[in-house]
C-alpha cells in the first residue's frame, strides 16, 4: 500500500505562483514514476505533468507547459509542481498519482488508469 500526501494548495490572484507538494510513504517500489492530475468541479480529471523515477525526464499537457514545472526529490520521496503565471481555468483540485516503474517501462503515462495509487487531493483557487 503506497499512501500520498499533497499539501501547498492556496487561493491566488491571476498570474500568482504555488507549489503543491506530494509525499509518498509505504510500500513503494524501487523506482516509480509519479504524475499530477487535476480535476474541476463537472469535469474529467485531467492529466498535467508527470517525472520519470530520474527526475531528468518529464511531459506535461499542452495546457501547462511553460508555466508548470514538475520535479522530485527521491531523497524525501516527494515530488513538487510549480504553478507560475496561474490563470483561472488552472483552479481545480490537484492530485498526485503513483505507478510502479519496472524495467523497460516508459515513464510516459498520461492516462488515470496507468496509476495504482492517489492522493487525496489540495485545491487550487485562482482569481481574475
Known amino acids: 500500500q503506497v499512501q500520498l500526501v499533497e499539501s501547498g494548495g492556496g487561493s491566488v490572484q491571476a498570474g500568482g505562483s504555488l507549489r503543491l507538494s506530494c509525499a509518498a510513504s509505504?510500500?513503494?517500489?524501487?523506482?516509480?514514476?509519479m504524475a499530477w492530475f487535476r480535476q474541476a468541479p463537472g469535469k474529467e480529471r485531467e492529466f498535467v505533468a508527470v517525472?520519470?523515477?530520474?527526475?531528468?525526464?518529464?511531459y506535461y499537457a499542452d495546457s501547462v507547459k511553460g508555466r508548470f514545472t514538475i520535479s522530485r526529490d527521491n531523497a524525501k520521496n516527494t515530488v513538487y509542481l510549480e504553478m507560475n503565471s496561474l490563470k483561472p481555468e488552472d483552479a481545480a483540485s490537484y492530485c498526485c498519482?503513483?505507478?510502479?516503474?519496472?524495467?523497460?517501462?516508459?515513464?510516459?503515462?498520461?492516462?488515470?488508469?496507468?496509476?495504482?495509487?492517489w492522493g487525496q487531493g489540495t485545491q487550487v483557487t485562482v482569481s481574475s
Open positions: 498519482a503513483y505507478k510502479a516503474a519496472y524495467y523497460g517501462d516508459s515513464y510516459l503515462k498520461t492516462r488515470p488508469t496507468d496509476y495504482s495509487s
Open positions: 509505504g510500500r513503494t517500489y524501487s523506482t516509480y514514476t
Open positions: 517525472v520519470d523515477w530520474s527526475g531528468r525526464n518529464t
